[in-house]
């Protein structure tokens, strides 16, 4: 049985840094497209940054230059990097993951089949 456990959320001052991290157990992430989404209070669940299998990565525009999403393979860990965090970035960020290769990576929810409980980032201004 798959399941996504992320870790690192917190509360940080706006221009502050958090590194997220997800673990799996019963997943190689480097398989798949795997990425970060998260849900602002009173929004719906927005992509964040994908990764796909042969490494190449695509970010939301808001966090653009200032997110790097990566994969550690020797830990089996998905990494969220986000430095220069903005008020506007508070949610409940998502690990997720695809059960089977679909041949595309993209911002899409139907994509991926497997999510983690979410960890909860605070941006202060």
């Known amino acids: 049985q798959v399941q996504l456990v992320e870790s690192g959320g917190g509360s940080v001052q706006a221009g502050g840094s958090l590194r997220l991290s997800c673990a799996a157990s019963?997943?190689?992430?480097?398989?798949?497209?795997v990425g970060w989404f998260r849900r602002a209070p009173g929004k719906e669940r927005e992509g964040v940054a994908i990764?796909?299998?042969?490494?190449?990565?695509i970010y939301a525009n808001s966090v653009k230059g200032r997110f790097t999403i990566s994969q550690d393979n020797a830990k089996n860990t998905l990494d969220l990097q986000m430095n220069s965090l903005k008020p506007e970035d508070t949610g409940m960020y998502y690990c997720?993951?695809?059960?089977?290769?679909?041949?595309?990576?993209?911002?899409?929810?139907?994509?991926?089949?497997?999510w983690g409980q979410g960890t909860q980032v605070t941006v202060s201004s």
């Open positions: 990764i796909d299998r042969d490494g190449s990565t």
């Open positions: 019963g997943y190689t992430f480097s398989r798949y497209c």
């Open positions: 997720a993951a695809e059960y089977t290769y679909r041949g595309y990576c993209w911002f899409v929810d139907s994509i991926f089949d497997y």
